[in-house]
């Protein structure tokens, strides 16, 4: 096991003096749905401190909380400093987003929605990797142990399975919870976001009871991420067979949620 990085030991750090929220605000949605520009925005407009991410939330840690071996109490105290803010994000939490619901007395959060095809595509352009692969061995790919995970399922408890149809049942799971959950969410679907970003921002914030204080106009442009190309033929992207494997996990939940198929 490697070292842990200088972000996680600072937040381990100041988490010792820290207390959690008592009732923050999460924003929920799978990797690349547009989690950190929303909330980026929300909290820029309602004047709000936000986290962006968790380090204690990456591989091993993450694992263990997923997997049980690490309580939810233990999580939350170890990454106090991460949960003392108002706004909350981080999406490999969307996996626990009932227990910490529960856990903090919070009735709702916002959760965020992605045509799965897109948010597929939009991974894969941040890790640099083609979807047309008939087989990919994310052991050997010089990525993180998180992205690693993510890849192989392995956090989740997947059984081993080809790269698209593994970050295709991940889509998927994150969709369960919201489908069965979804009088707890305020949903945002990511399109909608981004035809009116203004909009969709104050209509959260008045969603949520937060009130807009400031103007974010000029950060409308800001890249809170690294951007996919958005701009890309999904077909060809994909190609069939991989197309076909989203579509077989995915394409029933997809268009039940108005997302259609390429």
């Known amino acids: ?39 980026g925005l929300l909290a820029a407009a309602t004047g709000r401190a936000a986290t962006i991410d968790l380090s204690g939330a990456t591989e091993p840690h993450l694992g263990r909380l997923l997997h049980g ?36 007395g919070v009735s709702r959060a916002i959760f965020i929605l992605r045509n ?17 692969l008939a087989e990919l061995d994310a052991r050997r790919l010089c990525l993180n142990r998180t992205w690693r995970a993510i890849l192989s399922g392995t956090d989740l408890g997947f059984e081993p399975d ?3 149809a593994t970050l295709a049942r991940r889509w998927q799971r994150a969709a369960e919870i919201y489908e069965q959950m979804e009088t707890r969410f305020v949903p945002v679907r990511y399109h909608d976001f981004m ?4 909009g969709t921002i104050r209509r959260l914030a008045q969603e949520c009871a937060l009130p807009v204080r400031h103007d974010i106009t000029p950060l409308l442009g800001h890249r809170f991420q690294r951007r996919g190309d958005a701009g890309t033929d999904l077909r060809r992207f994909f190609g069939s067979d991989n197309l076909a494997r989203i579509a077989g996990t ?13």
């Open 69 to 104: 071996e690490t309580t939810l109490d233990d999580f939350i105290r170890r990454n106090a400093f991460s949960f003392s803010r108002p706004i909350v994000k981080e999406g490999n939490l969307t996996f626990m987003a009932k227990p910490l619901m529960d856990h903090f």
């Open 250 to 262: 995915c394409g029933d939940t997809a268009e039940r949620l108005g997302f259609p198929a390429p």
């Open 116 to 132: 799965p095809y897109d948010n597929i595509r939009s991974i894969l352009n941040r890790l640099r990797l083609p979807g047309d």
């Open 1 to 39: 096991m490697g070292l842990p990085s200088k972000q996680l030991v600072r937040e381990r750090l100041r988490s010792l003096r820290a207390r959690p929220h008592p009732a923050p605000l999460f924003v929920f949605g799978n990797q690349k749905s547009g989690t950190s520009a929303i909330t």
């Open 162 to 164: 080809h790269y698209v």
């Open 195 to 198: 035809a009116d970003k203004t």
